[in-house]
């Protein structure tokens, strides 16, 4: 029995399947530490201005590591900006639960998006796929990924706090960030702000729902302006 237990972790050790485990976990890990090495070095420079070797530098790593874990420099910049995307999304998302109004809502979902450059950088891999239509792919489930976790997260507050949504969760989702991305890149071009963009955005988007209190409020309304017709007919 004791030998036993003796060369069991050893054969567990060399089993293929666990050796198969280890490489993946150890890829996944090389492939994380390369997209936050390049990420910042493609914000601050460029697709164009960032070469392979100062990724691998800065990521501590071969630059044949960058090509087989990605083939090309593009499809890694695509890849991180889809990345960073989603991450902006989580961070929007977590800004605004503690909301409680939909106007609350609106503007924290907008003034966390337009404090980042996230999107401007996402937008770059939009332009880039339209050359490179092997990339598509990726910029297509990142962006099914975005409405779909967006929707959720909206539908999630309006049953939470009992709000009237004047739109389909779906549909206010694909509306925010088709707004987002348009807003940003205008508001890019011209040199404008982060405030500034915000404004532009709720300018935009208007009003999304109306909470409990305004329903109700607008009932109580109605109610009195009705009953104070019939009064005045009588």
């Given amino acids: 029995m004791a030998e036993k237990s003796v060369h069991g972790p050893l ?6 399947k666990h050796a198969a485990r280890a490489t993946r976990s150890a890829g996944r890990k090389m492939r994380s530490l390369l997209l936050d090495a390049a990420s910042p070095l493609f914000r601050e420079r460029g697709l164009s201005g960032t070469a ?23 499809a890694l910049f695509v890849e991180c900006a889809c990345r960073e995307l989603l991450y902006l999304a989580r961070a929007t998302e977590q800004a605004a639960l503690t909301a409680r109004t939909p106007r609350d809502y609106t503007r924290a979902l907008a003034e966390t998006v337009t404090a980042s450059d996230s ?18 792919p990726l910029v297509e489930r990142t962006i099914e990924r975005l409405h779909g976790e967006g929707a959720r997260a909206y539908a999630s507050q309006v049953a939470r706090h009992g709000w009237r949504s004047l739109r389909a969760p779906d549909e206010s989702s694909r509306r ?11 508001g890019y071009a011209m040199g404008r702000s982060p405030d500034e963009l915000c404004a532009e955005m709720l300018r935009v988007l208007g009003e999304q729902a109306k909470s409990a209190s305004d329903t109700a409020r607008l009932r109580l309304v109605d109610e009195r302006d009705a009953s104070g017709s019939s009064n005045e007919e009588g």
């Fill in 176 to 186: 925010f960030w088709a707004v987002a991305i348009g807003v940003i890149l205008e």
């Fill in 11 to 16: 054969e567990a050790a060399g089993d293929p």
């Fill in 52 to 74: 392979i070797t100062d990724i691998a530098a800065a990521a501590d790593a071969f630059p044949s590591q960058i090509t087989y874990y990605f083939r090309t420099k593009e």
């Fill in 119 to 136: 999107v401007a950088f996402f937008a770059e891999a939009l332009s880039l796929t339209r050359r490179r239509q092997d990339l598509a």
